[in-house]
C-alpha cells in the first residue's frame, strides 16, 4: 500500500467544505454503508478535551455544532443530531472536575446531544485498529529520543524546502546516516513490532522509551505527515478509564476514528487545525473506515481577554483570579456568574457567527448583546455604591402633605413589560444616595446635587436641596436637605436615585478588562489590569430585592437573580452570598455585568480618567510612531534595526537571522523557528506597506 502524498483535489465551494485529498473520498461501499446507518440525518460532534473549563471559544463550538451547521446545511431540526465526546486521550492533563464543569456548562447552555461520549470509551478498539496498522505494515514501535525526533524532523523540512525549489536535497540538506531518516525503526518486522506494542501495553517499558508511530511520509510538504507518534507510555491512571491502561493514544491518531466509529458526517474545528487533514483521512483510509467531511472555521478571540488553556491555568493557579469562574474570566462558568445568560450568550455566537477569515470579536459586542437581552427581562432596583447618607429636614412636613399612599409609590418592574408587575419603595427621613450624584461645587455640566442647586427625587417628584454639609475631616458624613414640591419650584434638570433607611447592606463588585491591551501580547502578565475588580464593600440597595437574594435561591450552575440597578447597570447575585432574607444576616454580593449606555450629559471626568486618556493616547501615537519606523525596515534587516531587537544578538546568518545573543550564546533551533516566524509576519506587512 503506498503512503505517497496524493495530489489535493479540487473541489467547488458550497456549505462547510475544505480542502479535499484524494484520501478522503470514500469508497462506494463505505459510502453506501453510512447512509443505510444515518439516512436522513445529518450528525455533527462537539469534543472538547477535559483538560480546563469551557470558554467563549467552545460556546462558539457548541453554537456551530448544535444549530449553525445544520443551518448553513439547510438540515430540518428533525434530521439533527450533535454526539457530546469527550477527547480525554492524556490523562496527565484531565480530571473529574473538568469533565463535570463541561457537562454541567453544556446543559446549562441549552443543548442537548444525541448521546455523550468517551474517546476513551474506543481504547480497546483503538489499540486493536493500531495493531491492524502494524500488520499492514503501516505502524512502528520505535526507540528515537525527542531530540531524535526534532533532528528527524528538521532535516525532513530542509529536504522537502530544497525539492520544492527545485533543488537537490541530497546537496541541500544530505542524511547523515539512516538512523536519523527514515530511521532506525521504520523498516522493521512486523513481528518485532507486534511483540514490543504488547509489551508497551503490558507495562514492560519506562515512561519515554518506545513510542508507537505511523508509517506515514518523510517526503510530504506537510510536517504533520513525518510518521506522526500514534501511542505514548503514561503511567497515570485515566479519569474515565481508570487504571486500566499505561498506552494513551495521541489526539491524531484517535480523533478521526472517534468520528468515523460514531458515523459523523461533519468533524468541524477551527483553523489551526487545517494542516491535520492529511493525517486525519490518511489513518481512516489506511484502515479503510468511513472518511467524514472535514470543515475548518476560524477560532473565537475576544478582545481583552485570552483564551489559551496553558494561559487560564496561568491565571487560575497564580491567584490572579478567584477560579476558573471569576467573573473576568473568558469561561461559560466565569460569564455565568458575571451575569451572561445563555441567551446572551447564544446571541453572541449568533451575531459572531463561523467564518474562515481571521479576526477579533470587540468586547462592545457582548455588551451590546447584553444590554439588548436583559434590557427589556431584568426588574429594576435602585442602589447606591458608595452611599452618602441624606437626612430630610422637612421630611414630617412633606409627609404630611402627601396623599393617601404617603411616600409609599408603586414602581413598574420594568417599563416596558407590564406583565414583570411591580413593587414599592418608601421615601424616608433618612435616605442614602450614591456619592456620585452630589458635588461639593457647582458646575455647569453636572445635573445633579450640589449646594447651590437643587435635583429631582426619583419617584417622589420633588426638588432636594442641600442646606448643610456635615463633615468628619475631609471626609463628608451627612449631607441636611430639604423637600420642595410646591407648585411653583423650578423644574429640575434631573432626578436622582435614592435607597431608604431600611436599604440592604451590601457588596458590589465592579468588573473592568481583565487585561489593559485589546490584544495581549506574550508578556500578558505585565498587561493584567489592576482595576479589572473594584468592590465596593459598603453598598446598599433597595429593600424591594429582599425575597429576590436569599441564599437558598444561589446556584453556581445556574443563572442567578440578576437586577438592574437604575442608572448603575446589570447586576447579578453573586455566588459568594451567603444571606439570609428572613433574618437580614449574612453577605449579599452583587456583580456587575455590564454597564447601562453612558449618558454624556451627566459624565463627570475625574482627574484619573483624564491622565488615563492622556496616557492612552500617547500610547496610540507611540505604537503609530513605532509602526511606521518598522515599515522602513526591510525584512533582511529587522533583528539589527528594529528598536525591539536593538543590541539583543551578535551574529547573523547570510538572510540576516540571527545565530547567536549579544553574550555570544547560540539560539537554539526552536528560537530561530520563532524568529523566522515574526520576520515572515514582517515581510508581509512589509510588501503590503510598499503597494
Known sequence: MSTDAPETVITTAGALEGRELEWAINTP????????????????????????????????SMNMNFALSFEKLGVPMENRRTIFRFDDTNPDAESP????????????????????????????????LAVKLIKK??????????????????????????????????????????????????DTSVERNLKLFEEMKLGLHDEGTLTLRLKMDFDSPNPNMYDLVAYRIRYTPHPHAGHGW?????????????????????????????????PYFW?????????????EMSRLNVEYTVLSKRRLLKLVNAKYVRGWSDPRMPTISGLRRRGYNKEIINNFCNEVGATRSAKVVQMAKLFHVARLTLADTTRRAMAALKPIKVVITNFDEEAAKAGENGMTFEVQNSPTDASLGSHNVTLTGTIYIDSEDFKMEDDPNFYRLTPNKPVGVKYHGGNLICDEIVKDGDKIKMLKCHLDSSEGRPKPKSYIT????????????????????????????EEL???????????????SVLELVDKKDVDEWKSNQALQFERLGYFVVDTDTTFDSATREGKLVFNRTVSLKEDKTVKKVSSHEEEQNRKRVEQQRAIAAARDIMMTIDPEDLFKLAPEYK??????????????????TELTKSAKKKLEKERAKHAKKFAKGKK
Open 529 to 543: 489590569n489592576p482595576e479589572s475588580e473594584v468592590i465596593h464593600s459598603n453598598a446598599i440597595v433597595d429593600p
Open 647 to 664: 543590541d539583543k544578538y551578535s551574529k547573523f546568518d547570510d538572510t540576516g537571522l540571527p545565530t547567536h545573543l549579544a553574550d555570544g
Open 97 to 128: 472536575e473538568y469533565i463535570d464543569s463541561m457537562k454541567r456548562d453544556l446543559e446549562w447552555m441549552g443543548w442537548q446531544p444525541e448521546k455523550t461520549t468517551y474517546s476513551s470509551d474506543n481504547f480497546q478498539t483503538l489499540y486493536d
Open 498 to 525: 435614592w435607597v431608604p433607611s431600611d436599604g440592604i447592606k451590601c457588596e458590589v463588585r465592579i468588573y473592568d478588562h481583565l487585561f489593559t491591551q485589546p490584544e495581549p501580547s506574550d508578556r500578558w502578565e
Open 283 to 295: 489513518i481512516l483510509w489506511a484502515l479503510d473506515m468511513y472518511r467524514p467531511k472535514v470543515y
Open 246 to 278: 499505561c498506552i494513551y493514544p495521541n489526539y491524531d491518531f484517535t480523533h478521526g476514528i472517534c468520528d468515523s466509529l460514531e458515523h459523523i458526517d461533519y468533524s468541524i474545528c477551527t483553523l489551526e487545525f487545517e494542516t491535520r487533514r492529511e
Open 29 to 60: 461501499e463505505l459510502t453506501a454503508e453510512h447512509a443505510a446507518i444515518n439516512s436522513n440525518i445529518i450528525r455533527t460532534r462537539f469534543p472538547p478535551e477535559p483538560n480546563g473549563y469551557l470558554h467563549f471559544g467552545h460556546a462558539q
Open 137 to 186: 505494515g503501516l505502524a512502528y514501535v520505535c526507540d528515537m529520543t525527542k531530540a531524535e525526533m526534532e533532528a528527524q524532523r528538521e532535516l525532513a523540512k530542509k529536504r522537502c524546502a530544497a525539492r520544492a525549489v527545485g533543488a537537490d536535497p541530497d546537496v541541500e540538506a544530505p542524511i547523515p546516516s539512516a538512523d536519523i531518516l527514515p530511521g532506525r525503526n521504520r
